[in-house]
């Protein structure tokens, strides 16, 4: 044992004291806190290899106590998380809950969690991260850190912690992510004769041929398609909610009217009064609030859902490995097809909701081509229809 060890006398009353716990092999150091409600000794404990560590950390708890920190030495970051979790995310939307629960329950709280808090380090999270950015992309690498630096905000607000150790570190860059895909004009026209008559074959046809993003077709209604409005209005979709918290769209400029070229028009009509046929058939009621892409129970399809069965519309297409491809990407391929076409990249911005020319340019275009014309006009040209009918200007939004 060494001099440290051997110097084990109690201290007085009232004191902090230190000994040597034999069970756990590390020296305890003890502050007393007074009584408890039902008359038990109520002591805050730190431990550690020394003597001098041990009387370090009481001092740390000491200024804990004098700022009115009143975090047990043995309160986790994984309880710190838990704790975010459950009080800190009030209102927000379910989607983002299960995704925060899941990045964290990957890479927090197995790398993070038996951590003391008043014991987190800067150095241990900038180890911590480095590590990360080898299995993460950016973003992911992103989040996963703004999860722990709110949960430790939640834990400081709250008494729990002194300080935010996670706001002292930079979060490095994390893997490259994986680069979007655009389908060719020839995949594309497969993938349009794929499953028709489905509703999958109608979302396709919507996201590809239009660019409205998964997100907004999903929670789209019949209200808001209008494939034969009045006042020789050309077909059109207003893209004005999407699945995100209050049915706000991603910007300002994502709100937006767009023309439907006269196959989406066509193929959408059709796809109507088979879900209205659907309905009388099954005793429902159908109306022009109803969903235009419900799942089986007349609800919001989830994006796995659609992921799924756009995944297997284009194994019918023949386009290989399908599993490899995700449901944004036709989205991806319409601003690709438009701009391979001619389309002025401002248009298409324009078309596709960027609120500027810099996400189409550098995220979404895949062919750059001197532009000829635009919108929906260019896509009836694209696929072959013959008509030649200039559409008119769809209305406004109010």
Not at 101 to 107: C, E, F, M, V
Not at 177 to 185: I, V
Not at 207 to 234: F, I, K, N, Q, Y
Not at 282 to 298: M, S
Request: aromatic share 6%; hydrophobic share 35%; net charge positive.
């Amino acid at each position: 044992m060494t001099e440290e060890s051997k110097d084990s006398s109690k201290a007085a009353n009232g004191e902090d004291s230190i000994y040597w716990d034999k069970s756990k092999g590390r020296f305890v150091g003890a502050v007393s806190l007074g009584y408890t409600s039902a008359g038990k000794r109520n002591r805050a404990k730190v431990t550690g290899k020394t003597k001098t560590e041990v009387r370090r950390k009481l001092r740390d708890l000491k200024k804990d106590l004098e700022a009115g920190i009143k975090t047990p030495a043995n309160y986790t970051v994984a309880e710190a998380v838990t704790d975010w979790l459950a009080q800190g995310l009030k209102g927000r939307a379910t989607s983002s809950v299960a995704t925060y629960r899941t990045l964290a329950g990957s890479h927090i709280t197995p790398d993070l969690g038996k951590a003391k808090l008043r014991d987190l380090s800067a150095d241990e999270l900038d180890a911590w991260l480095d590590a990360k950015s080898e299995v993460l992309a950016t973003q992911s690498l992103k989040m996963v850190h703004s999860i722990l630096c709110r949960s430790l905000t939640h834990a400081q607000r709250r008494g729990k912690v002194l300080r935010n150790v996670a706001e002292l570190v930079d979060v490095p860059d994390g893997r490259a992510g994986r680069p979007s895909k655009s389908l060719t004009l020839q995949q594309a026209e497969a993938v349009l004769s794929a499953r028709q008559g489905t509703w999958i074959h109608a979302y396709v046809v919507l996201s590809l041929l239009v660019g409205v993003r998964t997100e907004e077709a999903r929670p789209l209604t019949w209200r808001h398609v209008h494939t034969t409005p009045p006042d020789e209005a050309s077909p059109h979709v207003d893209v004005w909610r999407s699945v995100r918290r209050h049915g706000e769209t991603k910007t300002r400029k994502s709100r937006r009217t767009l023309a439907m070229p006269r196959q989406v028009a066509t193929v959408i009509d059709a796809y109507r009064i088979q879900q209205q046929q659907e309905c009388k058939a099954a005793g429902r009621d159908w109306n022009e609030d109803a969903l235009v892409f419900p799942n089986e129970a007349g609800g919001q399809r989830s994006a796995l859902n659609v992921r799924r069965n756009f995944r297997t519309l284009l194994k019918h297409a023949g386009i290989p490995n399908p599993h490899e491809w995700t449901t944004r990407e036709c989205r991806t391929s319409c601003v690709s097809l438009l701009s391979d076409y001619g389309i002025p990249i401002e248009i298409i911005a324009r078309v596709v909701g960027h609120s500027d020319t810099q996400t189409t340019e550098r995220v979404y275009r895949k062919q750059l081509r001197p532009f000829i014309t635009q919108g929906a006009e260019a896509m009836d040209e694209i696929f072959g229809d013959e008509e030649s009918a200039a559409p008119a200007e769809p209305p406004q939004e109010p």
